[in-house]
């Protein structure tokens, strides 16, 4: 029988997810409130993973009812829907082929979507232009991560090829480099300046793999995940500089482009701030750039929907990169068309613009209002504090752990975070993401929690988690 | 910057260049979406700009995507995917009770009722669980526990996702992984990405594409002296052969993974597209179970399938599932883990998936609908298959077994030697040069034999069954012609 040490060593050296523990339990506690267990709470807060449907966002009617009738054609002829949902659908339809969303794509994306992602990045970025044959769309942008890391990373190679990556870092991401053989050499973003991305970071990081591992690219998230800065275009433009310096491939997750609250925060393109920096840089430095359908106002993580938008690579690797994703087939068509709403909604005039318009500014607000709360509520608890939430979709709360529950945490054989995260599961009913999760800092405890949620929610979460935390800390003081 | 240093940054070499990218990457091909399908991509622009052309449409008789040819959707499948997308829907009594009480399910088990959730990595779990219900079914009987079925973005996810997971080792410990030849070149790019030893086993063209465990033994024992053999991929129905293995090959194979030791992957994703009348569909897992407990205790084994082929040919979707079998628990840890980096697969893959194992039952509103669509399609593909291969035989220098099952054709051509030395000059191999005159000539697009393994100095190409009855006819006139034509050229 095949046997643990005769599997891939890339494999076991990822780290094994203390979610599966958590889902568990949480598996458990729902099946305890349908049998009537009593229980201080009615129902689940589950907060864990950025997913907005999840967390009762409603879904945006356009992009349902344009899936519909792409899925159902006979609805494009009935007058159930509004005129331009019809008209989409089929527009969209057409793009396939024999008219079916059943029919593989071509490799890069369906033709015309990846051409109006094209002009919606020309349009987002000031007129930058932007050539739809650098566009790969495919089933999350994960998916086309990996790939782009595959290229980069030559597993065999001596020294091993080295990722920088930034400290706390999105955990798919990171168990992506492991699982391709890449080092991972993480930088600290800057807790106390609100989760900043230092130059002088990035170069202690470099400097530290020397004799390590041969650095091959620089992975930036920008809005951050867990932590949820927002780069302003000075620290961008030195990011590019250092990238450029160094010769390293810049890696830009961007899927929270649409997800910025802070009153001072603007959220720029990597390749805006290239293209604004003129040549040479602008015709140099080769960046990856990655989006998604699954965050945002539109949050439809299940149809797996991302892009990548590859700039100022080499033309000999893009044919490789071409050849690498044809044998992936396509990404899932419905996830393409997602993208294809993405890149262009209804506009003013439109029948479902009223509506369109409607939801997403009351989703906005919400988020705009969650976030506040958080930082508000968060910050008057001792023993948790919160930098402000400039973007994306989580808190990420530090906890200020009393040695006791540290002390308790060890005996049980649980990083401290994961041990206040069970116990907040299980007394609270509220599941979030501890940050042992994230590779922290040495020594420092937080968990993340998705701010995507109805306001009542949210209200409710804080609720719960003011009194399970001032029971915490009471009863390991 | 200075002047000095920007002119240097200008000039200087690229970050990521051929000779620094992973190596293994370079060696990656996958013909199926390969040159010659980019020429006739190019084709097609130039007929939509106007340039005259010896035809007036190409027909992409290379992919194995019904719906492209025309091939309808099952009515049932979309509706309830259409009340899935939008839920609202649930109150138009257009649509059945059965397409909406099943739509009810599969949104309940959704986060926020919503298939814009993310499901968890291994799939959603009623979804599972109905998969599993369907295997047991299947197999008559045999147990297939829920836990053991993970739920891909199409078979191949799953395939690779397995392949990535058991290839370990360096120099002679390298990992061999034997595969048949012809075979799906998903299997050939995934094994040179993760360089892995490929250990090709031939199909006995003479026999109907059968295997045989003496060639499964010598491929096995050659291997042994370069690389350590650790699985053995096997499709069935096959691709590009259509062969159907029959209950004893099955069980020599079953044998013979277990005498060396080799974890079996089964790719049955066309296991409804079987159209030989004297060729039934076996699983393997029954297969094994019903060899006792000797077998079915011991051989590891994943099973893959898939909602792109069959009577539903919904490529678009990307839904599929494997099913690990006999699989070590710190193993399948690992496959866990591999799953949750892909997040999770296509939700409204799952949904159709769900609906694929759990059709509309005999007392049900949609049952007759549902029937005929369904016999239909399987109908018509066995009537083309049959089709093909009477025309086919009948043309000189060409050779056609039978197609068995699954939707291609993969027949023998004879080419002249002038030919073959044309296409050496060119750089091309043989096929590729026929494939692509064919083409340029007809503007019919197949897929050279060379982009799947043959045996050397034989020469053939892949084309699908899926073109509508009428059509199809046409195309194998015109391929005739051509044949026909290209023999007396090089004569």
Redesign the interface.
């Known amino acids: ?4 040490h ?4 890339n ?2 050296n ?4 203390q ?2 523990v958590l ?1 568990k339990r949480a598996s458990r506690i729902k099946e305890e409130i349908r049998q009537r267990v009593r229980k201080p709470f009615k129902d689940l807060i ?1 907060v864990y ?1 950025g ?7 409603k ?1 945006l009617t356009f992009v ?2 344009v ?3 792409c ?2 054609p006979q ?1 494009v002829d009935s007058d ?1 829907l509004p005129v331009d949902v019809r008209q989409r659908a089929e527009l969209l339809l057409k793009g ?3 008219g ?8 890069q994306g369906v033709p015309q979507i990846v051409h109006r992602i094209s002009e919606f990045i020309t349009r987002r970025d000031g007129g930058a232009p932007c050539d739809p044959e650098n566009i790969y769309i495919s ?2 942008s ?2 086309g991560l ?1 790939n782009v890391l ?7 190679a001596s020294p091993r090829a080295g990722v920088l990556t930034p400290r706390p870092c999105y955990l ?1 991401s990171n ?2 480099m492991v ?1 391709l053989g890449a080092v991972a050499v993480p930088y600290d973003l800057c807790e106390e300046r609100g989760w900043e991305l230092r130059v002088e970071e990035l170069r202690r990081a470099l400097e530290s793999a020397e004799g390590v591992c041969r650095p ?1 690219a620089l992975y930036v998230i920008n809005p951050g995940n867990p932590a949820g800065h927002v780069q302003s275009r000075k620290s961008m433009r030195e990011v590019i500089r250092f990238v ?1 310096e160094n ?3 810049l890696l830009a997750d961007e899927v929270y482009q649409d997800c910025v609250y802070g009153e001072h925060s603007e959220f720029v393109s990597y390749k805006r701030v290239l293209t604004e920096m003129g ?3 602008s ?2 430095v ?1 960046l990856a750039s990655f989006h998604s359908a699954s965050k945002g106002f ?7 929907g991302g892009y990548v938008e590859l700039v ?3 033309p ?2 893009m044919k ?1 990169i071409y ?2 994703f ?10 393409q068309f997602a993208l294809d709403l993405l890149a262009k909604p209804p506009q003013p005039g439109d029948p479902s613009y009223p509506l369109y318009k409607e939801e997403t500014q009351r989703i906005r607000s919400t988020l705009v209002r969650n976030v506040k709360r958080v930082f508000e509520v968060v910050n008057s608890l001792p023993g948790l504090c919160c930098q402000p939430v400039e973007g994306g979709a989580f808190a990420f709360p530090r906890l200020h752990l009393p040695p006791k529950a540290i002390r308790r945490a060890e005996e049980m054989g649980m990083q401290p975070d994961m041990f206040y995260c069970t116990r907040l599961l299980e007394e609270a009913g509220v599941l979030v993401c501890p940050g042992c999760e994230f590779e922290p800092k040495e020594g420092t405890y937080h968990f993340r929690c998705c701010i995507m949620v109805p306001e009542d929610v949210m209200e409710e979460l804080l609720r719960r988690l003011t009194s399970f935390h001032t029971q915490f800390m009471t009863d390991f003081s | 910057m200075s002047q000095h240093a920007a002119n240097g940054l200008a000039s200087r070499a690229k970050v990521l260049t051929v000779d620094n990218m992973n190596p293994n990457v370079k060696r990656v091909e996958y013909a199926v979406r390969g040159a010659i399908v980019q020429r006739a991509l190019q084709i097609e622009k130039e007929l939509k700009e106007g340039v005259k052309k010896p035809f007036n449409e190409v027909i992409k008789a290379n992919i194995g995507d019904a719906h492209a040819m025309g091939q309808k959707p099952i009515t049932f499948l979309r509706q309830v995917l259409a009340l899935c997308a939008y839920p609202e829907l649930l109150q138009d009594d257009k649509f059945p009770e059965d397409a909406k009480q099943r739509a009810q399910r599969i949104l309940e088990a959704c986060g926020g009722h919503s298939i814009g959730a993310y499901s968890s990595s291994q799939g959603i779990e009623c979804i599972r669980q109905d998969v599993a219900r369907y295997i047991e079914k299947r197999d008559g009987g045999i147990p297939s526990n829920p836990d053991n079925i993970y739920l891909a973005t199409g078979a191949s996810d799953a395939i690779v996702t397995m392949l990535k997971m058991l290839v370990c080792g360096e120099g002679r410990d390298r990992t061999g992984v034997m595969i048949s030849i012809p075979q799906y070149p998903l299997y050939s790019a995934a094994l040179a990405d993760l360089a892995a030893v490929q250990i090709n086993y031939y199909l006995d063209e003479d026999k109907c594409w059968s295997l045989d465990t003496a060639e499964l033994r010598r491929a096995v024992n050659a291997a042994r002296q370069h690389c350590n053999p650790r699985v053995l991929c096997i499709i069935n129905p096959g691709n590009p052969t259509g062969q159907v293995q029959s209950r004893e090959c099955i069980e020599d194979v079953i044998r013979f993974a277990k005498e060396e030791r080799l974890f079996l992957m089964a790719d049955e994703v066309y296991q409804d597209n079987v159209y030989a009348e004297d060729c039934k569909f076996h699983s393997f897992k029954r297969v094994l179970f019903e060899m006792g407990p000797e077998y079915s205790t011991t051989v590891e084994m994943a099973s893959f399938h898939s909602t792109s082929k069959c009577y539903m040919g919904e490529c678009g979707f990307r839904g599929g599932y494997m099913e690990v079998i006999n699989m070590d628990p710190e193993v399948k840890a690992q496959l866990t883990k591999m799953v949750s980096v892909r997040l999770c697969p296509p939700v409204p893959g799952q949904a159709l998936l769900d609906l694929v194992v759990n059709p509309p039952q005999p007392d049900e509103p949609s049952y007759h609908q549902f029937m005929k669509e369904r016999t239909a399609v399987l109908a018509t593909l066995a009537e083309k298959a049959g089709l093909t291969e009477q025309i086919f035989n009948a043309v000189p220098g060409i050779t056609c077994n039978p197609v068995q099952g699954a939707m291609y054709t993969f027949p023998r051509i004879a080419l002249p030697q002038r030919a073959i030395d044309k296409a050496t000059e060119e750089g091309l191999a043989p096929d590729m040069f026929y494939c692509m005159r064919l083409l340029e000539e007809e503007g019919i697009c197949l897929v050279p034999g060379s982009g799947f393994g043959q045996r050397e100095g034989t020469f053939h190409f892949r084309m699908t069954i899926l073109p509508p009855t009428e059509k199809l006819k046409i195309v194998l006139q015109k391929i005739q012609d051509f044949h026909v034509r290209f023999a007396q050229e090089f004569s």
């Open positions: 029988m095949f046997a643990i005769e599997t891939s060593p494999v076991r990822m780290k094994q997810l979610y599966a889902a589950e993973w997913d907005p449907h999840r967390g009762g966002v879904p349902q009812q899936l519909a009738a899925v159902y609805l159930e396939c082929a024999g079916s969303v059943g029919s593989y794509t071509a490799t089933p999350g994960q998916w990996m595959n290229v980069l990373v030559d597993a065999e798919t168990q992506s699982a091959v450029s010769r390293l491939f040549p040479p840089l015709d140099t080769e539109m949050g439809e993580c299940g149809l797996r100022n690579l080499d000999a690797v490789y050849t690498l044809s044998a992936d087939s396509c990404a899932p068509v419905l996830g």
